[in-house]
């Protein structure tokens, strides 16, 4: 343990009354006191006692910060009491005899109404109730914003709909005048045939209800020149759109074989490189369009003829020959002085042959990569003979309708007979065939059946199954019906699809169940006799209360 007796002794100078300084010593002794045992343990090895630390360390002393906290003045200072004059703001004091108080900055206070929990809580409810009404009004406010915009947005949808229809109509008119007007395809001399056919038809009717006995002989004979005149023009007219077509034929495959090699580069650069068989087809399309001139004088004529004789010696073969041989007739024709137009037909051999001379791929080997390479070993097996015009044609040549299993007339057979009897324009149902392949792609890109159909087929569904009408408005403009699925999750086909108009397709295709929105509509099931299940779909009527009957083709 520690040893707590400890004595202090002091100096310590006082001032008594006399005034002269004495000092004094004083002994302080502190006693011995006894701590009390805490507790702690002995060592079992050396038996040592420790303490608690509380009894046998002495505590740690604070650091010395480098000032005196404490001190002998501060704490025998002496007290001292002095009088204040307060502020006014914070006084009691009232007017009297001596002191004056400013009432400048005085207030009138008056108390107020009480106001209770209940009444204190219903107005703040009041508020809410108000700030929720002022929220909710925004919220519809903006709700009724985005339906005027959805609606705005919808009509004017509609209207782009309605403006793209109306186009597209106007560009059909449009597209119909100029076919019949300029026709420049076969199909264009099918509507002025059917045309024809039709003014045939009406005269005819008109002579047989206003003319009898001879005088309706003699007029029906006078149709018939007629008629016989009108055709014979348009088959001018067809002879020169042949050679206007084979002219077109001509420069393109020139300005292909022409052309330079062209690719893409990494950056979106287009490339054009020229090699020694793109030189050589330039070099020959430029010489043809030469020898093809008719308004040139003698001694340039006689510069091309030698041009093209040294380009055609540099291969031997017969047609190169043949070319020669007419050169030579040429130029001895020249030198006797016959006349240019004597010599037109000699020139135009001279052209034929030298455009056959730059198809070949040994004397042009860029022609080689313009054409389908033919296999004589594979082409005999694709030729099928035409019972019509006794002719072997390549399979490509006749016509193949759904269910026809072996080949019938080739297709100018075909369109002769059209020409000389039914003389009828499929071009409306080429457009609905051409209309229905987009859509069905867009779709679902893997159909098929859309594409196995041909024009005939279309003609069949349209004109006997569905009667040229809209299935639900029975419109009969075969130039606004168009082919779109019955149930729309299902792929096109004969046997799922209906005949609409233009402005009934969007309608009939946003139905997610034709069964809810038609569920008075039921079906019969018939077999005509040719095989074909055809399904009749009864469509009621709620303002005639009748039905409109709608055929479908089955599997």
Known sequence: GIDHHALYILLCAFLPDEGQIKEVVVEIERPRQQMAFLGGFRH?????EYHHAATQNIPKKRPDRGMDVFSREIQTTQWRSQAQQCQTEVSTQMTGIGCYVSCMKDKLITPRKYVTAEEYHARRLKAVIRLQSWARRWLAQQYVERLRQARNRRLAWIEMMEQKRIQEKEDELWDRRQRWMNPQKREDLNLLYQALQRWRMEEEQQINSTLQGAERKAALCSLSEQETQFIAAIGRHHIFIQNNNYDKFVRNFLEKSAAPLQWQAADGRMIEVDNPDTIRGRELRDLYNRVNQSAISHDQRLEVLMTLKNTVKEHNGQLSRDILDLIDREVDLMSRGVRTRNLEGLRRRICTLFLQYIRTPAFNPIAEHLKVPQDPSQLKNSLFLCPQCQRYLRSKDFPLFAGVSQTSKCRACTELNN?????????????????????????????????????????????????????????????????????????????????????????????????????????????????????????????????????????
């Not at 051409?434 to 890109?445: A, G, S, T, W």
Request: proline share 4%; aromatic share 10%.
């Open 419 to 555: 020409i000389a009897h039914s003389r009828v324009d499929l071009s409306c149902y080429k457009n609905i065939l051409m209309r229905l392949r987009v859509d069905e792609q867009q779709i679902n890109k893997e159909c098929k059946i859309p594409f196995l159909l041909q024009v005939e087929d279309i003609q069949h569904l349209v004109m006997v199954i569905w009667g040229s009408q809209s299935a639900l408005s029975a419109s009969d403009d075969i130039y606004n019906l168009v082919f779109v699925r019955w149930e729309r999750d299902k792929d096109w086909s004969p046997w799922n699809c209906i005949l609409l108009s233009k402005e009934e397709t969007s309608a009939h295709l946003s139905l997610d169940d034709v069964n809810k929105v038609w569920p008075n509509s039921h079906y019969i099931i018939s077999e005509d006799t040719g095989g074909i299940r055809l399904l009749f779909v009864f469509f009621p009527d709620v303002v005639n209360s009748s039905y409109t009957v709608c055929p479908i083709l089955t599997n």
């Open 44 to 48: 079992r090895l050396t038996g040592v």
